[in-house]
C-alpha cells in the first residue's frame, strides 16, 4: 500500500469521526428510539374536550351527551363528522424520529409560540397536549413536540392542516335536513308565481303535468341534506328584497339573492341563523316549472 493511499485511508477515518460526532452533538441528535410510538394514546370515545390554540385563534369544542359543540369563539352545533375524523387522525400520528431537542431551535421547526398547540380531554382530565409546527419537505409528515419536552418530533399518519382549521370549518353547515321520505311535497313561490311539486300515485307531477324523474331525485336528494357555505351572525342591514320561498317537510326555506358575490342569503324557519350559499349550489334548489315539467306535456 502506498504513502498516499496510506494519508487517504487516515484522512478518510477522520472525516467519518467528525460526522459522527456531529450527528451526535447535543441538541441535535437523530433518533429512531421512538420510532413506531403513538404520540397520543387517546380514547375516542372517551375525550369530551378538545383545546386548539394558535396565533390566529382558539377553539374550544367540548361533547355534550353524544354531540360535539363549538363553545369558542362562537357557541354553536360542531360539524360530527369533522370532530371524528379530527379524533382519528390524532390517534393515528406516529413518531418517525426525533430530530432535535434544542429549545432555541424549535422556531425553526414552528413547535414554539407559532405552532398551534393542541390539549385533548378525557373525562375531564389532560390526555395528550402537544404542539403541530410546519410540514416537512415531503410534506407527507409533520414537525410536532410534545408539551412540556424539548424533542422535536416527526411525526406521520395526517396532515398538519388537520390541526389549523378556522371555526366556519368547525360549525355544521346544515341549514335543514330531514329523511328523503318525510318530503312528499314541495312548495316553491318566486314573487307572484307559485307552483307544487307533489308525489301523486307513485309520480312526481307539477299540477296536471309529470315532471322529470331524474331531474325530481336530484332536487329531493339535495332538499334532504340542505348546505351552506358560510355563516352569518351579524347582518350588516337589512337583507334585499326575497327572492325565493320553498316550503316542504313542515319547514320554510327563504333566499334573498346577492349580487355582489353571487351568493343567497338564507334562512330555514327551523332556526334564526342566517347562512351564505354560493349561487351554484342553490341552483341544485331553486328550480322553476321548465326545469321539473317532463318535455312534451
Known amino acids: 500500500m502506498t504513502r498516499n493511499t496510506l494519508l487517504l485511508a487516515g484522512l478518510l477515518v477522520v472525516l467519518i469521526a467528525i460526522a459522527v460526532l456531529v450527528m451526535q452533538k447535543p441538541g441535535e441528535r437523530s433518533s429512531s428510539a421512538e420510532t413506531g410510538v403513538a404520540l397520543a394514546a387517546i380514547d375516542s370515545i372517551a375525550v369530551d374536550k378538545i383545546e386548539i390554540k394558535s396565533v390566529s385563534s382558539s377553539i374550544l369544542l367540548q361533547k355534550n351527551g353524544v354531540?360535539?359543540?363549538?363553545?369558542?369563539?362562537?357557541?354553536?352545533?360542531?360539524d360530527q363528522q369533522m370532530v371524528a375524523g379530527f379524533l382519528h387522525d390524532s390517534k393515528s400520528l406516529e413518531v418517525k424520529n426525533v430530530v432535535s431537542n434544542k429549545p432555541e431551535k424549535q422556531s425553526v421547526f414552528q413547535v414554539d409560540s407559532a405552532g398551534t398547540?393542541?390539549?385533548i380531554y378525557e373525562k375531564g382530565i389532560e390526555k395528550a397536549a402537544f404542539v403541530v409546527g410546519k410540514s416537512t419537505s415531503s410534506y407527507s409528515e409533520t414537525y410536532v413536540r410534545r408539551s412540556g419536552s424539548n424533542d422535536v418530533l416527526i411525526v406521520s399518519g395526517a396532515s398538519a392542516s388537520v390541526f389549523s382549521r378556522s371555526v366556519k370549518e368547525w360549525r355544521d353547515k346544515t341549514i335543514f335536513t330531514t329523511s328523503r321520505d318525510n318530503i312528499?311535497?314541495?312548495?316553491?313561490?318566486?314573487?307572484?308565481?307559485?307552483?307544487?311539486l307533489a308525489f301523486k300515485d307513485s309520480a312526481w307531477t307539477i299540477g296536471k303535468d309529470f315532471a322529470q324523474e331524474s331531474v325530481v331525485n336530484g332536487l329531493i336528494s339535495s332538499l334532504s341534506n340542505v348546505q351552506a357555505d358560510d355563516f352569518v351572525d351579524t347582518?350588516?342591514?337589512?337583507?334585499?328584497?326575497?327572492?325565493?320561498?320553498?316550503?316542504?317537510?313542515?319547514?320554510q326555506l327563504n333566499f334573498f339573492?346577492?349580487?355582489q358575490g353571487e351568493k343567497y342569503l338564507v334562512?330555514?324557519?327551523?332556526?334564526?341563523?342566517?347562512?351564505?350559499?354560493?349561487s351554484w349550489r342553490a341552483s341544485e334548489i331553486l328550480k322553476r316549472m321548465q326545469d321539473l315539467r317532463k318535455s312534451g306535456r
Open 117 to 119: 398547540r393542541v390539549t
Open 235 to 251: 347582518l350588516a342591514q337589512r337583507p334585499p328584497k326575497i327572492t325565493a320561498q320553498i316550503a316542504y317537510a313542515g319547514t
Open 184 to 196: 312528499k311535497a314541495v312548495r316553491y313561490q318566486y314573487g307572484d308565481t307559485t307552483f307544487v
Open 67 to 78: 354531540e360535539w359543540y363549538l363553545q369558542s369563539p362562537v357557541s354553536y352545533r360542531a
Open 267 to 278: 334562512q330555514s324557519s327551523a332556526s334564526p341563523q342566517w347562512f351564505e350559499m354560493l
Open 257 to 259: 339573492f346577492v349580487k
